[in-house]
């Protein structure tokens, strides 16, 4: 696609369920990243992968929060047992390659625990 | 501490103005910096980055911003402001310990007024 896509755009849970949020980075981009977003403020770091590695993992908040890239490409955030502080802006951007270059981010996908 | 701030929540300028949105950061040895724009509805884009180099740095849509070490500031200007300019603003800077982890302001509200 022309631009990094993620799905669903909007997800409203259950405390206590669990969702997976997907992205579709732009074809040929070696990195990605996922970062959370709460409102009126700037994001902050989950996790980075290169290719199907994940490099980085630091910024989960907790063991609930799981992230994979099995084939290099596309991309799933999973939260377990969500909570309301869970309820965010999951924004995911990829890069062509050297991670300092210039990252294209999708819309986001604002999630909501009730 | 690693940190950037944004010290105003919003700017106002009226269309054809010259515009400036501040950002100050506290890092480790020499920063990555960089500008990202968000539009409603829109994911971030890149606007421009400064690695090394000139210390006026020039970004899409007519902006620029100045790095100065001294002060600590990479402020974003641009010389006419244009109603479509109108967004939120981040600026963001590599944590000195890692290669790719960007650590981001809270974002600044841009409103150009006709």
């Known amino acids: 696609g022309a631009g990094v896509s993620q799905s669903p755009r909007y997800k409203v849970a259950k405390r206590g369920q669990d969702v997976a949020l997907r992205c579709d980075p732009i074809?040929?981009?070696?990195?990605l990243f996922w970062y959370q977003q709460a409102l009126g403020q700037g994001p902050e770091f989950l996790t980075y992968?290169?290719?199907?590695?994940?490099?980085?993992k630091s910024g989960l908040p907790s063991d609930r929060f799981f992230a994979e890239r099995p084939e290099g490409s596309v991309s799933t955030l999973k939260i377990q047992r969500t909570q309301q502080e869970d309820s965010a802006v999951y924004l995911c951007?990829?890069?062509?390659?050297?991670?300092?270059?210039?990252?294209?981010f999708g819309q986001g996908t604002r999630l909501t625990v009730v | 501490a690693q940190s950037v701030a944004q010290p105003e929540d919003q700017v106002n300028v009226a269309e054809g103005n010259p515009l400036t949105v501040k950002c100050t950061y506290s890092?480790?040895?020499?920063?990555?910096l960089f500008w990202y724009v968000q539009y409603p509805n829109r994911g971030l884009q890149f606007l421009l980055k400064?690695?090394?180099?000139d210390n006026l740095v020039k970004g899409s849509y007519g902006f620029e911003a100045e790095f100065n070490k001294s002060q600590t500031s990479f402020h974003l200007k641009k010389p006419s402001a244009l109603v479509s300019d109108s967004a939120l603003y981040f600026c963001?800077?590599?944590?000195?310990?890692?290669?790719?982890?960007?650590?981001w302001g809270a974002g600044t509200k841009l409103i150009i007024k006709p």
């Open positions: 963001a800077v590599r944590d000195a310990g890692s290669n790719y982890q960007l650590i």
């Open positions: 992968f290169q290719n199907e590695a994940q490099l980085d």
């Open positions: 890092v480790s040895g020499n920063p990555y």
């Open positions: 400064y690695i090394t180099g």
């Open positions: 951007a990829s890069s062509l390659t050297n991670p300092n270059t210039e990252a294209f």
């Open positions: 074809s040929g981009h070696v990195s």
